[in-house]
């Protein structure tokens, strides 16, 4: 679904982008194909009051959910313990990309999309299969977990594969962090986004949920909930 962009959106989107190529400039390892990110109107994240969110008040550890960049489409938003730096990833079609080094006070602030890669499994008001969890054996601290097909990924590596048949990482979720206020914005999407298969895979119980908006922006603001009241039921599974 095409958008519209202002200038301000557009500016935004040049630094995101300036920042990612600068980062790995710095490294020496520019990918010789980058995949083109995805622009999608700017919106502020804000809380369940509408207050917005300061990024400052995230704790490492507890996961947070908005919708991004449409009502139905959930985002994970997570809050680690260290530094994130950007990573080139694969997407299923081979192409390239940079994920996006973490934001906040601590660059320690990421964003993927809840949409399982695989089976296109996701957090409903209902019920969830997919969800960050402890790690196990050797894994990082915390990982995204579906139960439904076992496939893990790594928050602190672009959301890349680390266990399972996922065939390519979560998409990421572009966030820009205004240090004066302690804002976040979200801002735009990198990597292999699910949302036309998504979309018509659950087109009939998205529009018993939201009726004619099941495919609406999400609009200027988007509300964060905390992982564990975002869905009535988180299904376990082994960790």
């Not at 935004?12 to 083109?36: F, H, I, K, N």
């Not at 579906?146 to 990421?172: E, H, N, T």
Request: net charge positive; proline share 9%; charged share 20%.
């Amino acid at each position: 679904m095409p958008h519209d962009t202002t200038d301000i959106e557009r500016r935004d989107w040049m630094r995101q982008a300036a920042c990612v190529a600068g980062a790995w400039a710095a490294a020496g390892t520019l990918p010789r194909v980058a995949g083109a990110a995805q622009p999608h109107p700017r919106a502020l994240l804000v809380d369940r009051l509408g207050e917005p969110l300061r990024a400052g008040t995230l704790v490492p550890g507890e996961a947070q959910l908005f919708n991004y960049p449409y009502l139905a489409a959930p985002v994970f938003l997570l809050a680690l313990e260290r530094e994130v730096k950007a990573t080139e990833q694969v997407t299923e079609a081979g192409q390239r990309y940079v994920a996006p080094a973490g934001v906040g006070p601590r660059r320690s602030i990421v964003a993927f999309s809840a949409i399982c890669s695989h089976k296109l499994m996701y957090p409903t008001p209902q019920l969830s299969f997919i969800g960050p969890r402890p790690g196990r054996g050797g894994e990082p601290p915390q990982v995204i977990h579906c139960c439904g097909d076992q496939s893990r990924y790594d928050p602190a590596q672009g959301a890349r594969v680390i266990g399972g048949p996922a065939p390519q990482p979560l998409a990421a979720v572009l966030l820009d962090w205004d240090a004066a206020t302690d804002r976040l914005h979200a801002v735009g999407l990198q990597g292999g986004e699910m949302f036309t298969a998504f979309f018509e895979k659950y087109a009939f119980r998205l529009e018993t949920e939201l009726g004619t908006k099941a495919r609406a922006a999400c609009g200027p603001t988007a509300t964060v909930l905390p992982a564990r009241t975002y869905s009535r039921q988180w299904q376990s599974c082994a960790a």
